[in-house]
């Protein structure tokens, strides 16, 4: 888009333990054999931890073990929770992640993003809700990629 932001958002987040709403955005190019795709998550809790989520098939779960968000995608679906890919949103309140489409986690390992296939990613983050850790959720994002 003209803002640099690809794919579409969909599904809506509920409001975290900051009153905003935890968003997803991914820039970057949406072909696949360019390998270039940026995942951030603004407007989240400070200093809460989190990682991105993604599947091929989206879906809508609200409340998920507990959660006070709304988990947006169902199917085989994969977490970025390797060496470095655990972020902390710091006193800025988002994070990102840069992710190789070469080595796209899911629940049996890793894949490779093609052209022709589409994708969803989700951030999930620790939230709190009268001092009781919970966890939340960003909205999501569908890339069709190229």
């Known amino acids: 888009g003209p803002d640099g932001n690809i794919g579409m958002n969909y599904c809506a987040a509920n ?8 968003s997803l955005s991914v820039a970057g190019s949406a072909t696949a054999s360019d390998n270039d795709i940026t995942l951030t998550a603004p407007d ?14 989206p879906g809508f779960v609200a409340n998920p ?11 085989a679906i ?15 309140g988002s994070f990102s992640l840069a992710i190789d489409l070469t080595a796209t986690p899911t629940p049996t390992g890793f894949v490779t993003i093609m052209g022709g296939e589409t ?3 989700q951030c999930w983050h620790r939230d709190a809700v009268g001092g009781m850790a919970v966890s939340n959720f960003t909205d999501a994002v ?3 990629f190229q």
């Open 44 to 57: 989240l809790p400070t200093f809460s931890w989190g990682f991105f989520i993604t599947s091929q098939t």
């Open 119 to 121: 994708w969803n990613f």
């Open 142 to 144: 569908r890339v069709d």
């Open 15 to 22: 409001a975290n333990s900051t009153g905003s709403i935890g």
């Open 78 to 92: 994969g977490r970025y929770v390797g060496p470095g890919q655990i972020k902390n949103s710091g006193a800025s």
């Open 65 to 75: 073990g507990g959660s006070q968000g709304n988990l947006c995608l169902s199917g």
